[in-house]
């Protein structure tokens, strides 16, 4: 995906995380990818992961996250492919 900040804050930190479910160990987070990005140009991040899980998926949710409170930013082109 593409990120980048909205407003005045220069730089900060900026991940993608999956967010999975299971019936045996229950919620649990993996992190895909972890960069900076800035307010003046697009960055691009990309990441691969394994999903393992034990027992029955029961749920898989992708999180943007990282910049601090109240830093607003924005996502392009943002997909998952199951492979």
């Known amino acids: ?3 980048k ?3 005045t804050t220069s730089s900060d930190s900026f991940g993608l995380a999956l ?3 299971d019936d045996v160990v ?4 993996i992190s895909v990818t ?3 990005i800035n307010n003046e ?3 691009f991040t ?3 992961v394994a999903v393992d899980v034990t027992g029955t998926l ?3 949710e992708l999180f943007a996250d990282g910049p601090a409170g109240g830093v607003e930013f924005y996502l392009d082109d943002v997909s998952a492919i199951e492979i």
């Open 58 to 60: 029961t749920g898989i």
């Open 5 to 7: 900040l909205k407003g």
């Open 34 to 36: 972890k960069t900076i």
């Open 41 to 43: 140009d697009w960055i």
């Open 1 to 3: 995906c593409w990120a």
């Open 26 to 29: 229950g919620r649990h987070w």
């Open 19 to 21: 967010r999975i479910d």
């Open 46 to 48: 990309q990441g691969d």
